[in-house]
């Protein structure tokens, strides 16, 4: 007999409904967590990790609910999906309305509308007012090969270049272009070939103006790999595993420049940055450049896996019939939760939310860092806002300071992520629909940790 399902079924828990609370009954993890982890032991790969030791029975507004009835506050959206709120009722009766007409037809085998309505909407506000068009996958690394697919096929050109602490999925090609070996490249080898890492703009540590930390990435761009040989390079604008890393002002514009004079395809890997996340509808907005080619997936579709390439119609129509696509991409009840997931992005008040959360997190974030110099760094844009921990005498990353942090705030009932090339930042990536009281309550707790570690 499952507990989840007695709870599900015994509380009128999914969506909004929720009590919006934190609550802690047993410690986490309690009993039942503590069973279903035991199966997991069991059951599941050990190469599949997880973040917070919880049974998870049930999600919305800007809460997770376990089978122990534990509430806890969600400051991590599953990495940044469940951005409109997880569970949204808009998504549900989209999914529940598309489940029972059909599940699939193969969008390659039979088209169907909400394929095409999602691709006409993802040209419609991606940045750009070219013409574009967009092909649809199932995950962020799928969409990323892709993009890296169609760059080659347009330019007849080979290399990609990507960048120090860069993150773009955990297949083959993908891994090549993500920098961090521990966790995500070790043992895995060999990697893709034609794969090239320059240096990023990272203004906290390399204390570089934009245009200056460009030049030098562009300078090695041309003498080690050559624009004749160079496809695409591929970039996240502020970056997401890596640590939130946002370049210096002037950093990106210099290198969609660079790549529009040399017939290199601007790739920006808006995976985790894009949806409203950042307060605008995509992070290259807020940097003032339009990509020739974006990668979606992460907020799209309200927690549903979908993922797409959008981009120049030019350069999106340069591959062969057949030579895009897969079985699933474009899933009926995926591009159904799409629609519904965009409709709230544009229409319900998203951009001016994440706008609302970054004044409470940085405002709250920067107090902490005024008042304990563990604290290095404050930065992001939106609701994607992140603090990185150091020894306050050297200005070395803390990565024990940051995982315990982490740990204490879990255990206290507040689901944060870390991240980072050197494990010490952690990253705030609350869904929108959570409520200004629980986010204080939740900063409360990470400071309350904080102190204690
Ligand atoms: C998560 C992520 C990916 C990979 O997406 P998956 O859906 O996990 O394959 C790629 N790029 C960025 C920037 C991401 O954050």
Redesign the pocket.
Known sequence: MSSAADIVTETPLGGPTLPQERRLVTSIPGPRSQELLDRKADAVAAGVGHTAPVHAVAAGGGVIVDADGNSLIDLGSG?AVTTIGNAHPKVVAAVQAQVAQFTHTCFMIAPYDSYVSVAEALNRITPGDHAKKSALFN????A?ENAVKIARKYTGKQAVVAFDHG????TNL?MALTAKAMPYKSGFGPFASEIYRAPLSYPYRDGLTGPEAAKKAISLIEKQVGADNLAAVII?PIQ??GGFIVPADGYLPALVDWCRANDVVFIA?E??TGFARTGEMFASEVFGIVPDLI?T??GIAGGLPL?AVTGRAEMMDASHAGGLGGTYGGNPVACAAALAAIDVFENDGMLERAREIETVLKGRLQQLQAADPRVGDVRGHGAMIAAEFVDPATGEPDAALTAAVAKASIAQGVIVLTCGTYGNVIRFLPPLSITDDLLHEGLDVVAAALAAS
């Open positions: 990495i995950s962020g690394a799928e990323v993150y773009h999925g955990r993908t996240e997401g595993e890997d995976i985790q990668t997936a992460k993922a």
